[in-house]
């Protein structure tokens, strides 16, 4: 009977095998990533001061922000990095995979120096730096100074964040560098070819044939980095903790201020939504605007 | 039955009867005996166990300074003692400065037994109080296990006023009060004629005088056109160093945070924006501290004194051990003295001096599940032998006794009657359940002034706006 047949334990096996080899996986899934934002999703509607009384006070938080110069502040501070990094790291990638598509001579060596950056944790670059940087006893000034000149680097409020925008770029340029360099490597020959043979310009080729190919890995590019680029905690953290005078204070090291130094984790929770939201506008932006460049 | 058979049984009966009443008298005999060994065995098994809950290990954490010379001690004489000692495991646990109370006071909050002993100053006391087990009821509760005559040796120490909170003792304050001293360099006091009549240096005694000297001191000595002594240094840097160096400015200039009896919130008062322009222009118009001042803290002023950047400082008191160590600091070891801090000269003559300072112990988290162990350390590291131990590595210790110990004055004679003079002009920041916050906030505004993105007014403006929501959300204010 197909009845009796569904159910034998062969049968189930078969079927639930799978899901069973899955299932650790979706429990480290649920436990350490669904549980823990779900959680501060809803703590972000309390008051959760741990030196007062827990209780619901709904948008409250979201108001406070919202009305929260220092949190706007940060966002400005965040959307500063955000575009100039990821721009910067754009151009520069394009350049670099550009560079190492080409046969040159030390070739392989070359790509191991420019992606070695990207082997580096961020906190490791930011304390790295941080010494690098100090105006009396870091080695850049110590160069500088050989030809005259002296730069405070983090140590003055005006130079701070593009000091802080400068070792983004040196570290994350590798990313869209090998991402550039794979889709130009995917680019047909025949392509090319083709265009020479009716006439195109090496600038034309590159317009009309390299940057139409490469759209979809700068979408790709632009959508993952920007997300990345604007939740950027750890090495500022590492560096200069947000200041000074909270130039370099960006979205999340803000939340990560009123979470951890003020034991405000529902007021600490409602940024990091609102930074998440913010994230989700830009990727929907992207994604609706250069779609209908990728699909032409 | 048969006459012979009856007396058999009645025979039979009595020696039953006579080896029952032997066997009960013999049992009882025995549980005589054998009782009391029971219930010996118990108590012995329970002080047995008492003494293994004593020796349980337990995690203490602390952090690292490098402003912590007291704690370097603890971690590489004191703690390594107690163990051979008693034969007792402290795992010390030394935690970065950057991310100290994250971790620490984040795990007490989250009621988290990862921390049997924590190192904290007073000012955090009043924020945890409920995470924190009160040593006075726990000592009650546990009178066995307290060494004769501890409660009444606490006494000795002059800081355990603080470490009270809500009438309940906290805290065990074992390292000695900490503030900061006026420290410069004698030879360059000498070479640049800040000196008396008889030809001793003469450190400032007022603000006024202290710029006068830095600027004197701020010089290109090698002509090249760049500074190569700045004369004096701040702690610049957030979240909150910068504040601990402001706030001595606020208090000798005759700002307050807020007023004590009211909390009405005062840090903006014409006082307040007059310490701040001084304290930032020191940087921005005189130019006699270093440029890098925004991210200075205690290790960035040390290194600069150490290696002759800067003439002068306002330095924490635990600077002296390693500056006056030949190996660590040959540039300026024998070169440098210490006095007290300048003040405010007054319309009568006086000078107000205030000093910010504040009191690092150790507190017995309330989640702890080797309570009586974790006592047992804190009480060990507060007894006399151990704090004269820490007095002769760091000058300074929470027992008034160990401190004047001969052999301790021997070593720091001038530099503690220097402290002790200085102890009379410092306070500490006002205990509440937001002083963290208000620090951080002080720190956040005054560091816009010193970068001059806001003017001193504007900072502080924002800070008071600040600190009045907090105290109203604490209840201080309505």
Redesign the interface.
């Known amino acids: 009977m197909w009845f009796k047949k569904k159910l034998t334990p062969a049968y189930l096996l078969n079927v639930f095998y799978p899901y069973l080899l899955i299932t650790p996986a979706i429990i480290f899934v649920l436990v350490a990533l669904l549980y823990p934002l779900l959680e501060s999703f809803r703590i972000s509607f309390y008051s959760y ?4 009384p827990i209780r619901f006070i709904g948008l409250g938080n979201y108001r406070r922000a919202l009305n929260d ?2 949190f706007w502040r940060s966002f400005v501070v965040t959307c500063y990095f955000t575009v100039a990094v990821v721009v910067a790291e754009l151009l520069l990638g394009l350049g670099l995979a550009l560079l190492l598509n080409r046969d040159l001579k030390g070739r392989s060596l070359m790509r191991s120096l420019i992606l070695a950056p990207l082997v580096l944790t961020p906190v490791v670059a930011g304390l790295m730096f941080r010494f690098m940087y ?4 870091g080695i850049l000034d110590y160069f500088l100074s050989l030809v005259g000149l002296r730069f ?1 680097w ?4 005006s130079t701070a964040l593009l000091s802080v925008i400068l070792i983004d770029i040196w570290e994350i340029t590798p990313y869209p560098t090998i991402l550039f360099l794979a889709g130009l490597q995917s680019i047909p020959l025949e392509q090319y070819e083709a265009a020479e043979m009716d006439g195109a310009s090496r600038w034309q080729r590159f317009r009309h044939v390299t940057i139409p190919w490469l759209i979809p890995f700068v979408v790709l590019y632009l959508i993952v980095r920007t997300s990345d680029a604007f939740q950027i905690f750890d090495m500022i ?2 560096l ?8 370099t204070r960006s979205l999340s090291i803000y939340s990560w ?1 009123q979470g ?4 405000e984790f529902g007021y600490a929770s409602a940024v990091s939504y609102v930074l998440v939201a913010f994230s989700a506008v830009f990727a929907i932006v992207y994604v609706r605007i250069l779609r209908a460049r990728v699909e032409v | 039955m048969s006459a012979p058979i009856n007396k058999a049984l009645l025979g039979l009966t009595l020696i039953a009867i006579v080896l029952s009443v032997a066997a009960l008298a013999y049992t009882l005999w025995v549980a005589n005996q054998v009782l009391p060994t029971i219930a010996g065995m118990k108590t012995f098994m329970a002080e047995y166990e008492k003494k293994l809950k004593l020796t349980e290990p337990i995690t203490f954490g602390s952090w690292t300074g490098p402003e912590g010379t007291d704690i370097y001690i603890i971690a590489n004489d004191l703690v390594p003692r107690y163990m051979a000692e008693t034969g007792a495991k402290v795992h010390h646990e030394i935690v970065s400065r950057d991310i100290f109370r994250e971790k620490l006071a984040g795990s007490l909050i989250a009621k988290s037994g990862e921390y049997d002993v924590i190192w904290v100053p007073t000012e955090w006391l009043p924020e945890l109080a409920d995470y924190i087990e009160p040593l006075d009821d726990f000592m009650a509760k546990h009178s066995d296990i307290v060494s004769p005559g501890f409660e009444e040796w606490l006494n000795d120490c002059p800081a355990l006023k603080y470490s009270y909170v809500g009438g309940k003792l906290l805290f065990f304050p074992v390292s000695g009060y900490d503030t900061v001293l006026l420290f410069y360099r004698t030879d360059l006091f000498k070479k640049y004629g800040i000196v008396d009549e008889a030809g001793n240096p003469k450190p400032p005694q007022t603000w006024e005088e202290y710029l006068d000297v830095a600027k004197k001191l701020t010089v290109d000595e090698d002509g090249d056109g760049k500074i190569d002594i700045y004369g004096t240094a701040l702690f610049g840097k957030t979240p909150e160093s910068i504040a601990w160096d402001y706030i001595y400015y606020l208090w000798s200039f005759g700002g307050e945070i807020f007023d004590p009896e009211t909390y009405k919130v005062t840090i903006n008062s014409p006082e307040g924006i007059e310490a701040l322009a001084y304290f930032s222009d020191l940087l921005q118009k005189h130019h006699v501290v270093p440029e890098g001042v925004l991210t200075y803290e205690f290790p960035e002023v040390y290194a600069a004194f150490q290696t002759g950047k800067i003439a002068m400082c306002i330095q924490w008191q635990a600077a002296y051990p390693g500056w006056s160590d030949p190996e660590t600091s040959p540039l300026i070891y024998d070169k440098f003295s210490y006095t007290l801090c300048p003040g405010k000269r007054l319309p009568d003559g006086t000078i107000r001096r205030v000093t910010i300072g504040h009191q690092w112990g150790v507190i017995l988290n309330k989640y702890s599940v080797h309570k009586l162990a974790a006592y047992k350390f804190m009480e060990w590291l507060m007894l006399k032998e151990n704090q004269k131990r820490l007095a002769l590595g760091y000058g300074v210790c929470g027992s008034y006794s160990a401190m004047i110990d001969p052999e301790v004055v021997a070593k720091y004679g001038h530099f503690q009657e220097v402290l002790a003079e200085q102890y009379k002009y410092t306070r500490l920041w006002p205990l509440t359940t937001v002083t963290h916050k208000i620090i951080i906030s002080i720190a956040t505004h005054s560091q816009e002034a010193l970068a001059a993105t806001l003017t001193p007014k504007e900072a502080l403006d924002l800070c008071a706006d600040e600190i009045e929501t907090y105290l109203k959300e604490a209840g201080y204010l309505s």
Do not use: K
């Not at chain 1, 001061?49 to 007062?52: A, D």
């Open positions: 001061s741990l030196q007062y110069p220092l100090n105006p009396d006893y405070l983090v140590s003055s409020s953290f590492a200069t903790g947000g200041g000074p005078a909270g130039v201020l951890w130094t003020n034991l």
